[in-house]
């Protein structure tokens, strides 16, 4: 029932610009490390550049896994899943690049997001493969409303307060490896 495509076809697009949520994959190359599987929820965190290409804004959180793994290996798969009346699950296979606050294109891909106080990368992923799936045992649900939690924590924590948090629980991954965060500007 899976087909693949070599690239995000515009009916695809359409299916990811009206995603609620998504999920991002990312795994170290030890065989003994942590795979990654992160939730991630807003219309507008992720955007299609091209049929090939995809950015995401990673707002701060409690780990920062994914950017281990991208800094490591660079692989990444993210998962659109329908949870509408008409099923489909769609995956995006590709090699990644994190784009830190401090690197000199953050300006640049920025500004394909909206502002957010916690917005600490953007991922941009090269995609090699698409891949579509039934998606015919996931149940439907409907959204009740988006959370603002975290960005209401962001904003209380203002930039100063983001900055320790990183500096605190996002420069190195479960498995110890580096997440390329600076914390401070000296850094």
Request: hydrophobic share 35%; proline share 4%.
């Amino acid at each position: 029932m899976a087909e693949a495509f070599d690239s995000i076809s515009d009916r695809f697009r359409t299916f990811i610009e009206e995603q609620h949520m998504y999920f991002v994959a990312s795994a170290p190359l030890a065989a003994d490390g942590h795979v990654n599987l992160s939730p991630k929820g807003g219309r507008g965190t992720l955007q299609v550049l091209t049929p090939n290409r995809v950015a995401w804004l990673n707002l701060t959180g409690s780990g920062n896994e994914t950017a281990a793994h991208v800094r490591e290996n660079g692989r990444m798969t993210v998962m659109f899943c329908s949870f509408g009346p008409k099923p489909l699950i769609l995956r995006l296979f590709g090699v990644a690049r994190c784009i830190h606050t401090h690197d000199p294109e953050w300006s640049e891909h920025y500004a394909h997001f909206e502002a957010a106080v916690g917005a600490r990368q953007i991922f941009v992923l090269d995609v090699t493969r698409v891949q579509s799936s039934c998606g015919y045992a996931v149940p439907r649900y409907s959204l009740d409303q988006p959370r603002d939690t975290l960005s209401k924590w962001a904003d209380k924590r203002g930039t100063d307060g983001i900055r320790e948090y990183w500096a605190e629980k996002n420069r190195v991954s479960l498995d110890g490896l580096d997440t390329g965060t600076v914390t401070d500007a000296r850094d």
